[in-house]
């Protein structure tokens, strides 16, 4: 039986922290397409004071429909501080 998104998310984020080692932050989304689920989740590459100097990484998790992780990735590096450049619409 397929797992809900609740379900794929929670499996997506333990078998990430478990894999990188790393700290979980928030998670950022998930979509499916005829590949999978796409999972992002946030995590803690380095602590650092302040806070608002944390590096953030982006990973990506491809989840089968049972919550079977396929693949992973980093998809990007951030500072806490740093907020994502809102879209302008002309």
Not at 51 to 64: H, K, Q, T
Request: charged share 35%; aromatic share 4%; net charge negative.
């Amino acid at each position: 039986m397929a797992l809900g998104i609740p379900e794929l998310v929670d499996k997506a984020r333990e078998q990430l922290a478990k894999l990188t080692g790393l700290e979980l932050s928030t998670t950022l989304g998930a979509v499916k397409d005829e590949k999978g689920w796409h999972v992002t989740v946030e995590m803690i590459e380095k602590h650092s004071l302040p806070d608002g100097m944390d590096i953030l990484a982006a990973y990506e998790a491809l989840m089968d429909d049972n919550g079977k992780m396929l693949e992973f990735g980093r998809k990007g590096l951030r500072k806490r501080i740093d907020t994502e450049a809102e879209e302008v619409e002309e």
